[in-house]
Structures are given as structure tokens and as C-alpha cells.
């Protein structure tokens, strides 16, 4: 059973997932605290307050705290601004290969291996 455990533990998709994990939550920490600390600095002395959840409105008994969601929409934005230009840059340093070749390889591939086995008959 141990044994299983080491083998599941150190395949190579789960060493990847877990690597993949933690730059994410560090690359999080650092778009959440550009965005905290700079954009909306940035914000607060356009708009003149750095979070807006203080903007509410009362209806009866009830409070629709509108400023929060509005704080979540501008996060939201600027974080997925800040991705696609991440995205945009690593794209541009290392190119992707398309669909379209990795199928020829894909299919050079399995023609090799049928070559190889129909010359082993």
C-alpha cells in the first residue's frame, strides 16, 4: 500500500498539478496585491476611496451592499487584464505549437510504429 502511495504521489501529473498549484497561488498573491496596492490606490484618488464597499443602499430592514459587488467587478477586470497580458508576453517567448502539427506528428508517429512492426513480421 505504501508502495502504491509513493507511485501515486510521484507520478509526473501530480508532481505537475502540485508545482502548477503553488506558482498559482504565488502568482495570486502578486495580482492581488498589484491590484490591492496599486490599481486601486490608483482608483481611490480618481473616485476618492480606495474600496468602495462602503456604497450601500437600504431598502426596509435590508442593505444591498452594491459597493462590494462593484470592488469584486473591478478586481475581476483588472485581473483578467493583467492575465492576458501575462498570457500575451509567455505566448510571445514560447510559441505554441498549433493542433494541426502536433496531429502530423501524432500520425508520423503511429505510421513509424506500424512500419516497425509490419518490418518485424
Given at each position: 500500500?505504501?508502495k502504491d502511495?509513493?507511485d501515486f504521489?510521484l507520478r509526473?501529473?501530480?508532481?505537475?498539478?502540485?508545482?502548477?498549484?503553488?506558482?498559482?497561488?504565488?502568482?495570486a498573491?502578486?495580482i492581488t496585491s498589484?491590484?490591492d496596492d496599486?490599481?486601486?490606490?490608483?482608483i481611490?484618488?480618481?473616485?476618492?476611496q480606495?474600496?468602495?464597499?462602503?456604497l450601500?443602499?437600504?431598502i426596509?430592514?435590508?442593505?444591498?451592499?452594491?459597493?462590494s459587488?462593484?470592488?469584486?467587478?473591478?478586481?475581476?477586470i483588472?485581473?483578467g487584464?493583467?492575465?492576458?497580458?501575462?498570457?500575451m508576453?509567455?505566448?510571445?517567448?514560447?510559441?505554441?505549437k498549433?493542433?494541426?502539427a502536433?496531429?502530423?506528428?501524432l500520425?508520423t508517429?503511429?505510421?513509424?510504429?506500424l512500419?516497425?512492426?509490419n518490418?518485424?513480421?
Amino acid at each position: 500500500m505504501i508502495k502504491d502511495l509513493k507511485d501515486f504521489l510521484l507520478r509526473g501529473n501530480v508532481v505537475d498539478l502540485a508545482v502548477a498549484v503553488i506558482i498559482g497561488l504565488a502568482f495570486a498573491a502578486v495580482i492581488t496585491s498589484f491590484t490591492d496596492d496599486i490599481l486601486m490606490q490608483i482608483i481611490a484618488t480618481i473616485g476618492g476611496q480606495p474600496d468602495f464597499s462602503s456604497l450601500t443602499i437600504n431598502i426596509g430592514d435590508g442593505v444591498i451592499r452594491y459597493g462590494s459587488f462593484l470592488s469584486a467587478v473591478i478586481s475581476f477586470i483588472i485581473i483578467g487584464a493583467v492575465l492576458f497580458f501575462v498570457v500575451m508576453a509567455y505566448e510571445k517567448i514560447v510559441p505554441r505549437k498549433d493542433a494541426a502539427a502536433k496531429e502530423v506528428d501524432l500520425l508520423t508517429e503511429i505510421r513509424d510504429l506500424l512500419k516497425a512492426q509490419n518490418e518485424n513480421r
